[in-house]
């Protein structure tokens, strides 16, 4: 069974451009969620998306956005870009069923962006 | 929000030694506690969580204990090899209200260096 597959793996971009960033989750899942990851903050949630919806939101500017197609995958976008925001961006996918109680998030291996 | 400190920063061991590490967190709510590894150039990996409602857990050389009470939990690893080297992030998660899905809030990780 696949994993999690996010593209491109690396990307190069400068300030004031921006980026779109994709993420297809394990089979069968339904819910996919992005995390920020760098060396001075750590991991940081982004946004997390179900059935096409924005269901959790985290603490970053409205430059930072997402969508969910009707197939799970998912995409998000940094617009307007800026040097603090090089990071590594994680997708990670759940079978997302209400169950009372977070699942098992699995995660892709990132896109790594650098902002010059 | 949930607040996940995580100590050591830095953990050297030698083979075949065991490894330890401790996380505490700051809300009562939090009811699921996943331990990842990365190694270098990968996306964290799931490698055991425990659920509020179990006080140990234990899968082959890796086990996790929650302490409820005082809000700590703790990843340990027996009998380690060269390849348990890896940074090791533990997480928190409360159940989000109003949505039927949570988020993950991560420790800031620990270097471990496993010596052969």
């Known amino acids: 069974k696949a994993g999690v597959t996010q593209t491109p793996r690396y990307l190069i971009k400068t300030r004031g451009q921006q980026v779109t960033l994709s993420c297809s989750p394990i089979s069968g899942h339904r819910s996919v969620s992005w995390y920020q990851q760098t060396p001075g903050q750590g991991l940081q949630f982004l946004f997390e998306?179900?059935?096409?919806?924005?269901?959790n939101k985290g603490n970053f500017p409205g430059r930072f956005s997402g969508r969910q197609f009707s197939n799970s995958r998912s995409e998000m976008n940094v617009s307007t870009l800026e040097l603090g925001d090089s990071a590594l961006y994680l997708c990670a996918s759940s079978r997302g069923r209400d169950r009372g109680f977070i699942e098992k998030l699995f995660f892709g291996s990132g896109t790594q962006l650098s902002v010059l | 929000g949930e607040n996940v400190e995580q100590h050591p920063s830095t953990l050297s061991v030698q083979e075949g030694d065991s490894a330890v590490i401790k996380c505490t967190y700051s809300?009562?709510?939090?009811?699921?506690f996943p331990w990842y590894k990365q190694e270098l150039g990968k996306g964290p990996q799931l490698i055991i969580d425990?659920?509020?409602?179990?006080g140990e857990k234990k899968d082959q050389r890796i086990a996790v204990t929650l302490n409820k009470t005082a809000k700590h939990f703790s990843l340990h690893i027996t009998e380690t090899q060269p390849e348990d080297s890896a940074v090791y992030f533990c997480a928190a998660s409360i159940k989000a209200r109003g949505s039927t899905l949570g988020r993950l809030y991560f420790g800031r990780g620990t270097q471990l260096t496993v010596w052969p």
């Open positions: 425990i659920r509020s409602n179990v």
């Open positions: 809300d009562s709510a939090s009811n699921y």
């Open positions: 998306y179900f059935s096409e919806t924005q269901r």
